[in-house]
């Protein structure tokens, strides 16, 4: 990755810190805060539908059993964190729940679980399942059924053009409660090999790139508490750089930070 300090660049919406170019893509930029390093696309991605698309629709997979290795080891690790800290029959929210693959993983590990997806299909199949999604996107208005115990957002924040007032809207649902945070690592060792092709970059759906360093700073502007942080892979075809940054903290492209909100 490389920078370019010569464009005049928007400092950080996060913390207010100098930015630099850091990767050019064929439409977009990456420009990363010198301060927190949190990146973001520009110019940002327009609006996408959600309602319309299923990410999930292009593959065949209803359980965990059913994923590919990295993938499957992620939801282990999410069940296990939310374990760590929960006891059982605890009211779990998951905000962006997909088809609900993480859903049924957290029920059968004996969790009193539900989601809200804005896909229609998504949701239908999750329904289907026999579980309590509600088809919509997230606000304290829209999800008014609480307080959880817990809310999750797996590769959501990205998605969300204003995240500082979504975060405000989870503490309001669950005050006191968890927040698990599922994010790609954008400073991993796979993606600074891959650079551009990385995936994760989904330039036309994703405004933010996070760190974990860069995010657990932010969430404590919002009173928001890290209470533990794990590190995982993405599923990508970089199987061996991937298998070798598991040995290595802080070397995932992925990330799963567990904080208390106010």
């Known amino acids: 990755m490389r920078s370019n300090p010569a464009v005049p660049l928007a400092r950080c919406p996060f913390c207010g810190g100098a930015a630099v170019s850091v990767l050019e893509l064929p439409e977009h930029q990456i420009v990363a805060c010198l301060q927190c390093h949190i990146a973001r696309t520009e110019p940002p991605p327009q ?3 959600y309602e319309l698309g299923d990410f999930h629709g292009v593959f065949s997979y209803r359980t965990a059993a059913e994923l590919p290795c990295f993938w499957r080891r992620s939801l282990d690790m999410q069940r296990d964190l939310l374990r760590r800290h929960l006891g059982p029959g605890a009211r779990i929210l998951e905000i962006g729940c997909g088809r609900g693959l993480l859903l049924r993983h957290l029920r059968d590990a004996g969790f009193d679980v539900s ?3 804005p896909s229609r299909n998504a949701c239908k199949v999750a329904v289907d399942d026999g579980l309590h999604v509600r088809h919509g996107y997230f606000s304290r208005v829209t999800v008014n059924d609480g307080p959880f115990d817990a809310v999750v ?3 959501v924040l990205e ?3 204003e995240p500082g007032l979504f975060i405000d809207d989870i503490a309001a649902v669950a005050p006191r409660g968890l927040l698990l945070l599922v994010q790609a690592n ?3 060792w796979v993606p600074r090999k891959n650079k551009g092709l990385w995936h994760a970059w989904a330039q036309g759906h994703h405004y933010w790139h996070f760190t974990p360093p860069g995010m ?3 969430l404590e502007g919002h009173k928001i508490k890290r209470v533990e942080l794990e590190y995982s892979s993405l599923e990508h075809g970089t199987y061996w750089l991937a298998r070798v940054a598991q040995l290595f903290p802080r070397a995932g ?4 930070l567990l904080s208390r909100l106010p």
């Open 159 to 161: 998605h969300v053009e």
């Open 186 to 188: 954008w400073r991993g």
């Open 115 to 117: 989601g809200i997806e």
């Open 216 to 218: 657990s700073h932010w």
């Open 253 to 256: 492209d992925q990330f799963h």
């Open 47 to 49: 609006l996408v539908d």
């Open 153 to 155: 957002a797996s590769h």
